[in-house]
């Protein structure tokens, strides 16, 4: 019997992910202070937030705790939740035409045992309109997204290409996720059907 999984995330994207592996979990989300390492390098700092969730979740020792945490990364600068209407408008201008990175930290934990990693994925947005952009925006599905933006929004579309985990850039990439709970938990994960985004993706194992 598998051990009961927690996945410490009130994320909706997370939770839809996460279901695609085909296992039983709860929702915990766990309350953290991430200003205290907004001076950390964006590849160090997610892989930080990501256990100090994991670690910061309650959970019963027969459990094992999944955490992430994700940042846009444009220029080495790491781009959060935009703060307010303005904020997310700006941020957009910034990623239209451009390259820029997605990571996500990933940690588990159960008992005294603790396996964590990251992934990166290079994405390309297009070159969206500002009318575009306002209409989006105006929405206020851009205020709960590190970017500013959501790869899988059918309207806006606002990515041209990846290069890497599409899932990543959702917020969970299911094939590192799937590595390690498998590492962890020391067996087999159940045989579910590659989720569609997932196909051709270099983590999926």
Same mark, same amino acid.
């Given at each position: 019997?598998?051990?009961?999984?927690?996945?410490?995330?009130?994320?909706?994207?997370?939770?839809?992910?996460?279901?695609?592996?085909?296992?039983?979990?709860?929702?915990?989300?766990?309350?953290?202070?991430?200003?205290?390492?907004?001076?950390?390098?964006?590849?160090?700092?997610?892989?930080?937030?990501?256990?100090?969730?994991?670690?910061?979740?309650?959970?019963?020792?027969?459990?094992?705790?999944? /955490?992430?945490? $994700? @940042?846009?990364? &444009?220029? #080495? +600068?790491?781009?959060?939740?935009?703060?307010?209407? =303005?904020? /997310?408008?700006? $941020? @957009?201008?910034? &990623?239209? #035409? +451009?390259?820029?990175?997605?990571?996500?930290?990933? =940690?588990?934990?159960?008992?005294?045992?603790?396996?964590?990693?990251?992934?990166?994925?290079?994405?390309?947005?297009?070159?969206?309109?500002?009318?575009?952009?306002?209409?989006?925006?105006?929405?206020?599905?851009?205020?709960?997204?590190?970017?500013?933006?959501?790869?899988?929004?059918?309207?806006?579309?606002?990515?041209?290409?990846?290069?890497?985990?599409?899932?990543?850039?959702?917020?969970?990439?299911?094939?590192?996720?799937?590595?390690?709970?498998?590492?962890?938990?020391?067996?087999?994960?159940?045989?579910?059907?590659?989720?569609?985004?997932?196909?051709?993706?270099?983590?999926?194992?």
């Amino acid at each position: 019997m598998t051990p009961p999984l927690v996945l410490a995330s009130s994320s909706p994207r997370r939770r839809e992910l996460l279901a695609a592996l085909g296992v039983d979990f709860v929702v915990r989300p766990a309350d953290i202070d991430e200003s205290q390492l907004a001076d950390t390098p964006p590849a160090a700092r997610v892989e930080l937030l990501a256990r100090m969730k994991a670690e910061a979740c309650t959970a019963g020792a027969a459990e094992v705790v999944l /955490a992430a945490d $994700t @940042l846009v990364v &444009l220029d #080495g +600068r790491a781009l959060g939740k935009p703060s307010d209407l =303005a904020d /997310a408008r700006q $941020t @957009l201008a910034l &990623l239209r #035409g +451009r390259e820029h990175e997605v990571v996500t930290g990933v =940690a588990l934990r159960s008992g005294h045992e603790r396996v964590q990693a990251s992934v990166r994925t290079s994405v390309h947005m297009r070159a969206y309109s500002d009318h575009e952009v306002d209409d989006f925006v105006g929405t206020g599905a851009a205020q709960d997204k590190a970017g500013a933006y959501a790869i899988q929004d059918a309207s806006f579309h606002p990515v041209n290409r990846i290069a890497g985990c599409y899932c990543n850039v959702v917020g969970l990439p299911l094939g590192t996720v799937r590595r390690l709970l498998a590492a962890m938990l020391r067996t087999d994960l159940p045989s579910v059907p590659h989720p569609p985004q997932c196909h051709g993706c270099p983590d999926w194992a």
